[in-house]
């Protein structure tokens, strides 16, 4: 009979606290709006896409949904990685295999000799960083240039290219 | 001249009590260095921008020349400290601690040493206004002596802004090993004193303080004994205890007034000025012979250096030169540090100039760590806190730093810290703590760096993205606008139009 | 000319972890003399043994985690930690439950959370509590002092060496015969009893002038050993002047209201681990407060906590119970007590 008893009251606590946590669950969620800014926040704002999404908030966006995993950001690399899962207490995974890995941070410049002034790459750029018009050489605003590399395939002459930028540290400085 | 009573000081938090190792160098008195063969100097001595050469390869220069010029509000010139033949314009290693290269302009003297004829002395320095002592000390590329090598113009200009009330002359010199403000004040007291007037009637200010650690009984005999010479009522001669870092810039300004300089700020911001002994000295040496910044007095001491001395060492000259004008060096010599002890920095070749930063050579004794020992796990002693001169808590900056929590190092004043050293030496751990302050710094400003750039590129992404929304909607609405306006029977109508119209058959 | 890259500074420190844990050791060295002198070889035996087990199971946590075993165990936090426990525990005690104590000290206290440096509760402390809640009992029998007018049998060292490896007893004496109750818990059960101070004093030969006899005299040299390490700067002030104020206080009020029914400051001074915890054990600076302020915070609530368990709670003594429960308000304390920084508001 003791046992009997034992066995209701645990039933009886496990159901009062799972009720009381679905119930949290439920009206406790934390604003949806909120979480993708803050998961856009810990992404370097590269907006390369290469993660499959057309920029940093997108891929924030099905973070939170949920319907991707947080190993897709080849420019934030590990550390981008870790603060994710930190900031959503996940699991801190390897940058997923089918992207290319991390590259040193750099810019894009143009070879002023070679460009046509064709201004294929203008449109191309996520953070406006190159300027010209058609017929006019164009130039990348290297303090603007998130490196994103989406100006290079674009370009008909191949005038542009990834330079290494110098140590932040020092810019930074 | 006053001396004031040294219970008016307030209590710096913490410090240290460090032995002196001055004996040896502290003789009074100041020899002179041969000018070398060649001479090199950089265009960046000091803390701020380059100067910008201003000669070419080949050019002949003289003594006190202008050979590169200023460049900004935060930069100080350069001038050719004897006469010879410029040589070479060309990148070298130069003696700092955040850049190890610079543009370095080589002179091959020619051993005459004749003086550049465009040299003026300041006309009636005692009533020079505020803006020609400014241009003088300017174009004489003056800068702080103490070893940050501040350009003085800009401290100055600063302080005219600021409104500041009191200059305060730091003659403190506390860390160990180095003399050669001690030298200076026991030789050159009158020049001291008179640039001190030179500034104080410029600037228009009323008081003055020369603040002399109290383990320097001849510099302060000197000092009274210059007043009556070059007395004034208005500097008042004050007794600083023995502790280290006393004598640096904000710890100096709390001792003698209490006031505290904000945490980012400089003294001037609460009406503080606060000039090195030497810089005094070199105003002095300008307005009257008119010579700019081309010597300066170094304290060349240690173990491994055999004549251990005060020596008066022209810019430019290799380290190697004074180190052999010094003696040479004995068999202990393995490290070479220029500056002090507790905050200098370790030179690993003396084939480097001197620098208008280069206050005190020393080439490593016994005292001198040879190694890191092993670090172990910090032990929470509170030790460290105990003796920050800044009250901060080194423990709870490391943990910080070494677990990650780089957010919080702003709110625990990472950037409060003085690098003074003072955590390391107390430190029963054994744990380069200043290192990884000075780490954690840079790490610091990287970190804030890139989130600004990614906070910029998000603005600019995200606006993009709105606009090309809002063209797309506009494209879409004007679609709709046609498809909406658009009469269906439109061509038919034209059609009938068309064949309605007179002659129209007869096309 | 080539030289040593190297950072500043250059100076070498003077101090080390391994120089710091042996002076505190050392500085209980002339207590444990006096301790040998009026309890016999007990104390003495106990501390070989602790240092033994302690530095036994630092080694196997160290050779367990893959740290290096040698450079690790000369930091002689281990040592320490078997000193402060030997003191701790009664000098009469089966070796098990003594190397249980150590056990728990170093592993669970220490090991568990890290080693050195990172446990959050004081691990000769925790031991302690750990074998005081397992083996209460045994933890409570305690020699009286070998003084020539207390009459008591006193055991023979073949005797005594029998019990401490097998817990057992010649037939014909009882452990009773040979414990005594301490005057902590003659002073409970008298507070019990409505026994006036005095009259328990009187009746039982147990008390010296503040404390229990022979204790008293430990205590002097405890507190001596903590006036030397003051003197030499490896422990601040604040902690043992917060810890006797803590517990001073209360007990000066609480004898004065009670008109002398409970035990006085004297009393408390001289009684139980008071010198000890406030000299050698809240001073354990990984597992104290450090700031000047929050470690006076702490101290007082060590001395409070203690003096509040004596009085009203289940055991004769609270040191331990308070330093741990003060232990862990000690990440909240530091929180609230950082200094104010030079040039900054707050």
Same mark, same amino acid.
């Given at each position: 009979m003791?046992i009997?008893?034992a066995? #209701?009251v645990l039933?009886?606590i496990?159901?009062v606290?799972g009720?009381?946590?679905t119930?949290? #669950?439920r009206? %406790?969620?934390?604003d949806?709006?909120d979480?993708?800014?803050?998961?856009n926040?810990e992404?370097p704002?590269?907006?390369c896409a290469?993660?499959?999404f057309?920029?940093?908030r997108?891929?924030?966006?099905a973070i939170a949904?949920?319907?991707?995993?947080?190993?897709?950001?080849p420019p934030g690399g590990?550390?981008?990685?870790?603060?994710?899962a930190?900031l959503?207490d996940?699991?801190i995974?390897a940058?997923?295999?089918?992207l290319?890995?991390p590259?040193?941070?750099?810019?894009?410049?143009i070879?002023?000799?070679?460009c046509?002034?064709c201004?294929?790459c %203008?449109?191309?750029?996520?953070?406006?960083a190159?300027v010209g018009?058609h017929q006019f050489m164009?130039t990348v605003?290297?303090d603007?240039?998130?490196?994103?590399?989406l100006?290079?395939?674009p370009?008909?002459v191949d005038?542009?290219e990834?330079?290494?930028t110098?140590?932040? #540290?020092?810019r #930074?400085? | 001249m006053?001396?004031?009573?040294t219970?008016?000081l307030?209590?710096l938090?913490?410090g240290?009590?460090l032995?002196g190792?001055?004996?040896?160098?502290?003789?009074?008195?100041i !020899?002179?260095?041969?000018?070398p063969?060649?001479?090199i100097?950089?265009?960046?001595?000091?803390?701020?921008?380059a100067a910008q050469p201003?000669v070419?390869v080949g *050019?002949?220069?003289?003594?006190g020349?202008?050979?590169a010029?200023a460049e900004?509000?935060?930069s100080?010139?350069?001038? /050719?400290s004897s006469?010879?033949?410029?040589?070479a314009?060309?990148?070298?290693?130069?003696?700092?601690?955040?850049v190890?290269?610079a543009?370095?302009?080589?002179?091959?003297?020619?051993?005459?040493?004749t003086?550049?004829?465009g040299l003026?002395p300041?006309t009636?320095?005692?009533?020079a206004?505020?803006?020609?002592?400014?241009?003088a000390?300017g174009?004489?590329?003056i800068?702080g002596?103490?070893?940050?090598?501040?350009?003085t113009l800009?401290?100055l200009?600063?302080a005219v802004d600021?409104?500041?009330?009191?200059l305060i002359?730091?003659?403190?010199?506390?860390?160990p090993y180095?003399s050669?403000?001690?030298?200076?004040m026991?030789n050159?007291a009158?020049?001291?004193?008179f640039?001190?007037?030179?500034?104080?009637t410029a600037?228009?200010? !009323?008081q003055?303080?020369?603040?002399?650690?109290?383990d320097k009984?001849?510099?302060?005999?000197?000092?009274t004994?210059?007043?009556?010479?070059?007395?004034d009522? !208005?500097?008042?001669l004050?007794?600083i205890p023995?502790?280290?870092?006393?004598?640096g810039e *904000?710890?100096?300004?709390?001792?003698l007034?209490?006031r505290?300089v904000?945490?980012?700020?400089?003294?001037?911001?609460?009406?503080?000025?606060v000039?090195?002994?030497?810089?005094?000295?070199?105003v002095?040496?300008l307005?009257?012979?008119g010579?700019?910044?081309?010597?300066r007095?170094?304290?060349?001491?240690?173990e491994g250096i055999?004549n251990?001395?005060?020596?008066?060492v022209?810019l430019?000259?290799p380290i190697?030169?004074?180190?052999a004008?010094a003696?040479?060096?004995?068999?202990h010599a393995?490290?070479?540090?220029m500056g002090?002890?507790?905050?200098?920095?370790?030179?690993t070749?003396?084939?480097?100039p001197?620098t208008?930063?280069?206050n005190?050579?020393?080439a490593?004794?016994? /005292?001198?760590r040879?190694?890191f020992?092993?670090?172990r796990?910090?032990?929470?002693c509170?030790?460290?806190?105990?003796?920050?001169?800044?009250?901060?808590q080194p423990q709870?900056?490391?943990?910080?730093?070494?677990?990650?929590?780089?957010?919080?190092?702003?709110?625990?004043?990472?950037?409060?810290?003085?690098?003074?050293g003072c955590?390391?030496?107390?430190?029963p751990?054994?744990i380069?703590l200043t290192?990884s302050?000075?780490d954690a710094?840079l790490?610091?400003?990287i970190?804030?760096?890139? !989130?600004e750039?990614?906070e910029?590129?998000?603005?600019r992404f995200?606006?993009r993205?709105?606009?090309?929304q809002a063209?797309a909607?506009?494209q879409?609405?004007?679609?709709?606008?046609?498809?909406?306006?658009?009469?269906?029977?439109?061509?038919?109508?034209?059609l009938?139009?068309?064949?309605?119209?007179?002659?129209?058959?007869e096309d | 000319?080539?030289?040593?890259p190297?950072? &500043?500074?250059?100076?070498?420190?003077?101090?080390g972890?391994?120089?710091?844990?042996?002076e505190?050791?050392?500085?209980?060295?002339?207590a444990?003399?006096i301790?040998?002198?009026?309890f016999g070889?007990?104390?003495l035996? @106990?501390?070989?043994?602790?240092?033994a087990?302690c530095?036994?199971f630092?080694?196997l946590?160290?050779?367990?985690r893959?740290l290096?075993?040698?450079?690790?165990? &000369?930091?002689c936090?281990?040592?320490?930690?078997g000193?402060l426990?030997?003191?701790?525990?009664?000098?009469?005690l089966?070796v098990?439950?003594?190397?249980?104590?150590?056990?728990a000290?170093?592993?669970?206290?220490?090991?568990?959370y890290?080693? $050195?440096?990172? @446990?959050?509760? @004081?691990?000769?402390?925790?031991?302690?509590a750990f074998?005081?809640?397992?083996?209460?009992?045994?933890?409570?029998?305690?020699?009286?002092?070998a003084i020539?007018?207390l009459?008591?049998?006193?055991p023979s060292?073949?005797?005594r060496?029998?019990?401490l490896?097998?817990?057992?007893?010649?037939a014909?004496?009882e452990?009773?015969?040979?414990t005594r109750a301490?005057?902590?818990?003659?002073?409970?059960?008298?507070?019990?009893?409505q026994?006036?101070?005095e009259?328990?004093?009187?009746a039982?030969?147990?008390f010296g002038?503040?404390g229990?006899?022979g204790?008293?005299?430990?205590? @002097?040299?405890?507190?001596?050993?903590?006036g030397?390490l003051l003197?030499?700067?490896?422990?601040?002030w604040?902690?043992p002047v917060?810890?006797?104020a803590?517990?001073?206080?209360?007990?000066t009020?609480?004898?004065?209201?009670t008109?002398?029914a409970?035990?006085?400051p004297?009393?408390h001074l001289?009684s139980?681990?008071?010198l000890?915890?406030?000299?050698f $054990?809240?001073?354990?600076p990984?597992?104290?407060?450090t700031?000047?302020?929050g470690?006076?915070?702490?101290?007082?609530?060590i001395?409070?906590?203690a003096?509040?368990?004596?009085?009203?709670?289940?055991y004769?003594?609270?040191?331990a119970?308070?330093?741990l429960?003060?232990?862990?308000?000690?990440?909240?304390?530091?929180h609230f007590?950082a200094?104010?920084?030079?040039?900054?508001?707050r």
């Amino acid at each position: 009979m003791d046992i009997v008893s034992a066995i #209701a009251v645990l039933a009886g606590i496990a159901l009062v606290a799972g009720l009381a946590l679905t119930l949290a #669950a439920r009206t %406790l969620q934390r604003d949806a709006d909120d979480v993708v800014e803050r998961i856009n926040a810990e992404l370097p704002q590269t907006q390369c896409a290469q993660c499959g999404f057309p920029g940093c908030r997108p891929y924030a966006e099905a973070i939170a949904q949920g319907d991707v995993d947080i190993n897709r950001c080849p420019p934030g690399g590990d550390a981008t990685i870790a603060a994710l899962a930190r900031l959503l207490d996940r699991d801190i995974i390897a940058l997923d295999a089918s992207l290319p890995p991390p590259a040193p941070p750099g810019v894009a410049i143009i070879d002023e000799e070679r460009c046509i002034g064709c201004a294929r790459c %203008l449109p191309a750029c996520p953070v406006d960083a190159i300027v010209g018009a058609h017929q006019f050489m164009h130039t990348v605003v290297e303090d603007l240039c998130t490196g994103c590399e989406l100006c290079i395939a674009p370009c008909p002459v191949d005038c542009l290219e990834m330079v290494a930028t110098d140590d932040n #540290a020092e810019r #930074a400085a | 001249m006053t001396s004031a009573p040294t219970e008016n000081l307030h209590r710096l938090p913490g410090g240290l009590r460090l032995p002196g190792f001055k004996a040896q160098s502290a003789t009074g008195e100041i !020899r002179e260095v041969p000018i070398p063969g060649t001479l090199i100097l950089p265009v960046r001595q000091h803390a701020g921008s380059a100067a910008q050469p201003i000669v070419a390869v080949g *050019d002949r220069v003289m003594r006190g020349q202008p050979i590169a010029r200023a460049e900004g509000d935060f930069s100080a010139s350069v001038h /050719a400290s004897s006469s010879g033949t410029v040589v070479a314009i060309e990148s070298r290693a130069i003696p700092a601690r955040e850049v190890s290269e610079a543009v370095c302009i080589i002179i091959e003297t020619d051993g005459a040493d004749t003086p550049w004829d465009g040299l003026a002395p300041i006309t009636n320095p005692l009533a020079a206004t505020p803006d020609a002592l400014l241009e003088a000390i300017g174009k004489a590329g003056i800068v702080g002596l103490g070893g940050a090598a501040f350009p003085t113009l800009a401290k100055l200009r600063h302080a005219v802004d600021a409104g500041v009330d009191t200059l305060i002359l730091n003659g403190v010199e506390c860390e160990p090993y180095i003399s050669c403000d001690d030298a200076l004040m026991r030789n050159q007291a009158v020049e001291i004193l008179f640039g001190t007037r030179i500034m104080l009637t410029a600037l228009g200010l !009323r008081q003055c303080a020369i603040g002399i650690e109290s383990d320097k009984p001849e510099a302060w005999a000197a000092f009274t004994e210059a007043a009556s010479i070059e007395g004034d009522d !208005r500097v008042q001669l004050v007794a600083i205890p023995t502790v280290y870092p006393s004598g640096g810039e *904000d710890q100096l300004v709390y001792l003698l007034t209490g006031r505290e300089v904000p945490s980012g700020g400089f003294p001037s911001d609460v009406g503080a000025l606060v000039h090195n002994v030497g810089t005094a000295a070199a105003v002095a040496d300008l307005a009257l012979t008119g010579t700019p910044l081309i010597s300066r007095i170094v304290t060349v001491t240690g173990e491994g250096i055999a004549n251990p001395g005060n020596y008066r060492v022209r810019l430019g000259i290799p380290i190697a030169d004074v180190a052999a004008c010094a003696g040479g060096y004995t068999e202990h010599a393995k490290r070479l540090i220029m500056g002090g002890p507790m905050t200098g920095v370790a030179l690993t070749d003396d084939a480097l100039p001197v620098t208008k930063a280069c206050n005190c050579l020393i080439a490593t004794g016994p /005292a001198v760590r040879t190694s890191f020992e092993p670090e172990r796990p910090c032990i929470r002693c509170g030790e460290c806190a105990r003796i920050c001169p800044v009250r901060l808590q080194p423990q709870q900056l490391l943990r910080a730093h070494r677990y990650g929590a780089g957010d919080t190092l702003d709110g625990l004043g990472l950037i409060d810290c003085i690098e003074c050293g003072c955590c390391d030496l107390v430190c029963p751990s054994h744990i380069p703590l200043t290192q990884s302050f000075r780490d954690a710094k840079l790490a610091r400003r990287i970190d804030v760096y890139e !989130r600004e750039r990614a906070e910029r590129a998000r603005e600019r992404f995200e606006r993009r993205q709105e606009r090309e929304q809002a063209r797309a909607d506009a494209q879409a609405a004007e679609t709709e606008r046609l498809k909406q306006g658009a009469n269906p029977n439109a061509i038919a109508e034209i059609l009938a139009r068309k064949r309605g119209t007179p002659g129209g058959d007869e096309d | 000319m080539r030289f040593e890259p190297a950072l &500043s500074p250059y100076l070498r420190p003077e101090t080390g972890v391994g120089a710091v844990m042996r002076e505190v050791s050392l500085a209980l060295l002339p207590a444990a003399v006096i301790y040998f002198f009026f309890f016999g070889f007990g104390i003495l035996f @106990n501390i070989a043994l602790c240092i033994a087990a302690c530095v036994g199971f630092e080694a196997l946590a160290l050779k367990l985690r893959g740290l290096p075993v040698a450079t690790t165990l &000369s930091d002689c936090s281990a040592i320490l930690t078997g000193v402060l426990l030997a003191f701790a525990l009664p000098t009469y005690l089966p070796v098990w439950v003594t190397i249980t104590a150590c056990g728990a000290a170093v592993l669970l206290a220490k090991h568990v959370y890290g080693g $050195i440096g990172f @446990n959050p509760f @004081n691990p000769a402390m925790l031991g302690y509590a750990f074998v005081l809640i397992a083996f209460p009992v045994a933890m409570s029998s305690w020699l009286p002092p070998a003084i020539g007018d207390l009459d008591y049998v006193r055991p023979s060292v073949l005797e005594r060496l029998t019990y401490l490896f097998t817990g057992g007893w010649p037939a014909g004496l009882e452990l009773d015969a040979i414990t005594r109750a301490t005057p902590l818990d003659l002073v409970r059960t008298a507070a019990r009893d409505q026994l006036m101070l005095e009259e328990l004093r009187s009746a039982s030969p147990m008390f010296g002038d503040f404390g229990g006899r022979g204790w008293e005299w430990i205590g @002097n040299f405890i507190a001596l050993g903590g006036g030397w390490l003051l003197y030499r700067g490896i422990i601040r002030w604040h902690i043992p002047v917060a810890v006797l104020a803590g517990m001073l206080i209360p007990a000066t009020l609480d004898s004065v209201i009670t008109g002398g029914a409970s035990g006085g400051p004297g009393f408390h001074l001289f009684s139980g681990a008071t010198l000890l915890g406030a000299f050698f $054990i809240a001073t354990d600076p990984v597992s104290a407060a450090t700031s000047p302020r929050g470690r006076l915070i702490y101290g007082f609530g060590i001395g409070f906590i203690a003096w509040v368990i004596r009085k009203w709670g289940g055991y004769p003594d609270g040191i331990a119970f308070a330093v741990l429960l003060m232990n862990a308000a000690v990440p909240l304390i530091d929180h609230f007590t950082a200094p104010r920084i030079l040039g900054r508001e707050r």
